[in-house]
């Protein structure tokens, strides 16, 4: 039972041009998502962070955006970058269950010149 | 900054052996997890642990165990490794409820 979904296996995009990686989730106890970017032999970087009551949060390039009624978030990048390619996790927490955090299968960012 | 250490990089083991990896962490976090990365599955939670002496099941705990003694450090423990637990595995620590801090990850071939 996947309660985090990331449909998506890959997507290419220019460099400039802005890219949209997606998650899904099904479960309504989620509180707290969070993105996480992975670079190839490295382990994952914190990236960015929701709360559910919220449903923007924007740091520099990197905006996610919530939307509670389709269980849906997504990440924006504009303008994208080279060094952006990397795979890229979505991860949800459950209310009440501290630190325990649920991840998605990833989506591979490729930023092409 | 935080770092999370973990014992090997890459590790290859023969089927039926105990292997063991390592995870140190410096910043006196009380929580700690062990993942694993497969293609396709994304991260699935092995154990984790929310204070010395303590653990808790992941999703996938099966054929694992872990040992934490000391704040900093958590053991991952494959009792009997079989080619199934092919993987890379992924240790993390963080405080409170928000974002885990993650080490490099170990490259485990079982043959």
């Known amino acids: 039972d996947q309660q985090v979904k990331q449909n998506s296996p890959s997507l290419s995009v220019q460099e400039g041009r802005i890219s949209i990686l997606n998650c899904d989730y099904t479960n309504s106890m989620f509180d707290y998502f969070l993105w996480y970017k992975k670079y190839p032999a490295e382990g994952p970087t914190f990236l960015i962070s929701?709360?559910?009551?919220?449903d923007k949060n924007e740091d520099g390039r990197f905006t996610v955006f919530l939307n509670k009624s389709a269980k849906h978030l997504s990440l924006h990048i504009v303008p994208s970058q080279p060094g952006d390619s990397a795979v890229y996790f979505c991860a949800a927490r459950i209310y009440n269950q501290g630190g325990k955090l649920i991840f998605g299968q990833g989506t591979e960012l490729s930023v092409k010149p | 900054d935080v770092k999370v250490t973990q014992s090997s990089r890459y590790l290859v083991k023969r089927t039926g052996e105990k292997v063991f990896l390592e995870c140190v962490q410096d910043m006196d976090h009380e929580n700690m997890f062990w993942y694993r990365q497969d293609p396709g599955l994304g991260l699935r939670l092995i154990y984790f642990s929310y204070d010395v002496k303590m653990k808790e099941k992941g999703d996938i705990p099966e054929g694992y165990s872990v040992s934490r003694e000391k704040k900093e450090r958590f053991s991952l423990i494959l009792e009997s490794a079989s080619t199934n637990q092919t993987s890379m595995y992924l240790c993390?620590?963080?405080?409170?409820?928000?974002?885990?801090?993650f080490g490099p990850g170990t490259r485990l071939t079982v043959t």
């Open positions: 993390a620590s963080g405080a409170g409820v928000y974002e885990q801090y």
């Open positions: 929701i709360s559910s009551i919220k």
